[in-house]
């Protein structure tokens, strides 16, 4: 992990590569449930600064076939710090797929895609019922591989969110 010897304690905690990379899986299963489309390693970097942060986690729609061009509307000014949010969580990103792939859990293919491999992992594991945030945290990351899936392809979901790939 490549990334670690910046981070403070208290950062070392919310960017672990193990629950990021949770996070990552459990969003890619879900998106892998309702599209045929594989996961772009693209929409890793959006999803995992959406989930874990409460700005936007907190306001994510209730509904997969909500439109992201609604939802921006909604949250407003908000999104104007979320491209500075991604770009903070690019090396926290890149320890996570790369601590999943190690594992064998996840895989990269040739144009980026990741998807699932190995052991099955639980959906909602006990220790994540013992904290509010995370487990808060882990249903975004769940809502979100639903809803991207039902929102376009990952150069769209940039676009709309204001993020440059």
Known sequence: ????????DDELALYNPAYLGFLLYTTIREYNAVSSVSFSSNLAFLTLPLAVNNLFSKRLPTRKSASIDKWVN???GLLYQFPELVKSYRGPVV?????MADLGLIEI???GELSLQGKKLPKKPTFFKDSTDME?????????????????????????????P
């Not at 992990?1 to 403070?8: D, E, I, T, V």
């Not at 320890?95 to 601590?99: G, K, L, N, R």
């Not at 975004?140 to 440059?164: C, E, M, Q």
């Open 1 to 8: 992990m490549s990334n670690h010897h910046n981070l403070a």
């Open 74 to 76: 909604e949250v407003g």
């Open 95 to 99: 320890d996570a797929i790369e601590f």
């Open 136 to 164: 808060r945290t882990l249903s975004a990351a769940s809502f979100l591989g639903r809803w991207l899936a039902n929102n376009g392809n990952d150069t769209a979901i940039y676009s709309k969110l204001g993020v440059t």
């Open 109 to 111: 293919g040739n144009c």
